[in-house]
């Protein structure tokens, strides 16, 4: 298990639906390397058709998720039409100083894809300051989780992106996210919507949640 842990990568002998089965299936807690961000890519890209067969993804309205138990890294694509006459709405800040890449040779839209980290700036009142005023979001990562992601990569935080999904997730608790769950309760979550602004340009999100969603069958 130990050579899959470190060995789950596209292209690998491991990387294919059986072994992602045992990866999802056989642990009860994280363990150093484990490969979080790999099941996280493969479950909403090449392992997705499979398991929508299997049906084990999800669809599970926000209201059942929690924004403070997102953990590790958020990965995000922002895309627009192009050659249409709207007014976009602007996607980032002065502030966000996590790399931004646009994605080349795609027809008639403009791709931007982007990650951070959710930012756990603290407040004087001792809340996280990019859901302060949400008081249902109160619960934090299962400390084996968090510290499976501590071990990653560090990413930059971004509080202006934090914020901007911690209030979607507070003005649209009937949306729908596909979610996928492991033998950990760490779900593998993507989230995507048209802009509310403009109505034309789309978002999705994909990231990890520590702990099962409330009343999941």
Not at 59 to 72: D, M, Q, T
Request: glycine share 6%; aromatic share 12%; charged share 25%.
């Amino acid at each position: 298990m130990v050579n899959m842990c470190n060995g789950f990568s596209p292209g690998s002998n491991y990387w294919n639906l059986s072994c992602f089965h045992l990866l999802t299936t056989r642990f009860a807690a994280f363990r150093r390397g484990f490969p979080v961000l790999k099941l996280l890519e493969s479950v909403f890209e090449d392992f997705r058709p499979g398991l929508t067969e299997l049906g084990k993804l999800k669809e599970v309205p926000l209201r059942l998720l929690n924004y403070a138990a997102i953990c590790g890294r958020i990965d995000v694509q922002f895309t627009i039409p192009i050659e249409m006459d709207v007014k976009y709405s602007e996607p980032w800040n002065s502030s966000c100083e996590h790399e931004k890449v646009v994605l080349d040779g795609l027809p008639q839209r403009r791709v931007t894809v982007t990650h951070f980290k959710r930012c756990l700036l603290i407040d004087n009142s001792g809340g996280d300051v990019a859901y302060a005023y949400i008081s249902r979001f109160k619960i934090r990562a299962r400390e084996h989780h968090a510290w499976a992601l501590a071990q990653l990569k560090l990413y930059k935080e971004c509080l202006f992106c934090s914020r901007r999904l911690a209030h979607h997730f507070f003005n649209n608790p009937d949306q729908l996210a596909t979610v996928f769950v492991d033998s950990t309760e760490m779900c593998y979550i993507e989230l995507s919507f048209v802009d509310p602004d403009d109505g034309v340009s789309k978002w999705r999100y994909r990231f990890c949640h520590s702990g099962l969603p409330s009343r999941i069958n």
